[in-house]
């Protein structure tokens, strides 16, 4: 009985919910969202339905799929309409190049979702615009430099970090595990020892509590509930679940970060500072000092979303892409084989620099390679023109959304040899040699790019390496290699399959 009280009541649910949509579809059927007016000459696209767009059209967990489907069939520059939103999608690499870094400043802005609007709409370095966005960028740029991004001194803490990561997968005694938490740990300990001044215990319950609350928030995201709630808020706060944890989870994240704050601030050497928090706090002494006010800027608000968005950003892409690029190595041992001799002609047993990657030109290709097969986000961070402008023939109005479809540029057929296939030799010369793709654009151009980019390269570089001239990746027993399925998760960041392997000391 309580089976058919559930079934009843979801019906019941399902009927009222069909019953409003038709509702409103007849009251917005003659709306202007979708009047018969055109702006001059737009993008081409599917043809939308009232209220709904194109909604129906596109696999709400495969969204990257549906917006390739489109592309072949309406070209480099296309409309969608998600739900009554007017959206743009530029796809192709020639088509995202010429938009983000020849018309940088027409499609410069960020387009924040409703979900973020209610939270800090206008603070931190992602989705924000104007001067604010302009004042974090370059203060968060100038900092992370200066606290190790891109420096020996980063390296040396991601040496360090390689040892403990390695000490703790010692402890599988070659085994099968699942790394992935490791791997995330050891990630997010670089951002935390540059953005708090210190790295965390891996057993830290606070630390994995941290880790876990910024991975669900990021995969929140991208969830058909919450992305129905952020085109169609009237109807999806009826669905609301996603986006109640979601404010849950960031309610928690500023909590635990206001009590870091409160720690720092009291222990405040301002001749002598740790990390990014620090570098923040002095200069909100020194605007007290000089002036009497703190600069609009450099305000609680945005020192929280900034830090926030650092650690996201600075854990998520690089943690999924190691987890991508060890799954590679158990499923072509030819290939792991291969940038294993390469390391032990080139460096032997002394420990790995940056600077060796230029001596390593096969790794190198599998780590570039990696990063363009595993197309861990396939869409950017959605944009926004902050002017009218004519692009390709077409009339994009000021304030449209724009998708720029990242991985059809890292799969562009026109650019690539095996787009689809783990083809190292993408980056290899008929020498041998490595040479750089101009298509290569995990991290996005423009304006926008991705803050951490050296800081990523960096750190896949030198994790990466050190795990392979110290250890040996094989399928757990039983495992063969046609058994791993290379097939992703659903919802960026797209994330292997869950997986074990058998991590065992080199001799």
Known sequence: ?????????????LSLFGALLVLLLVLFIFSSSFGSEKPRNEPPGPTPLPLIGNLLQIDMWNRHKSLQKFYKKYGSVFTIYMGPKKMVVLAGYKTVKEALVNYADEFGERHPALTVRNSKKDHGVLWSNGDSWKEMRRFSLINLRDYGMGKKACEDKIIEESFYLSEELKKFKGEPCDPSQLLTNAVSNI?????????????DPEFIALIDRMSRSIKLMATPSMQFYNVLPAIGKWFSGAQK????????LREYNLKVFRQLRETLNPHMCRGFVDAFFVRQQQQLKESGVIDRHYNDANLEETVKHLFGAGTETTA????WILLFMIKYPKIQDQ??????????SRKLQYE???NLPFTNAVIHETQRL???FPMSVPHRTSKDVTFQGYFIEKGTVVIPLLGSVLYDETEWEKPHSFHPAHFLDKDGKFVKRDAFMPFSAGR???LGEGLARMELFLFFTTLLQNFRLTPPPGVSEDDLDLTPQLLPPLSPQPYKLCIVPRT
């Open 1 to 13: 009985m309580a089976e058919l009280d559930v079934f009843l009541q979801s019906f019941g649910s």
């Open 191 to 203: 951002i935390s020892s540059m953005v708090y001044g210190s790295r965390f215990d891996y057993e």
């Open 245 to 252: 944890e979601f404010q849950k989870l960031q309610v928690l």
């Open 320 to 323: 999924t892409t190691l987890r």
């Open 339 to 348: 940038i294993q001799e390469e390391i032990s002609r080139v460096v032997g």
């Open 356 to 358: 060796d990657r230029n």
């Open 374 to 376: 595993a197309n861990v």
């Open 448 to 450: 926008r790019v991705c």
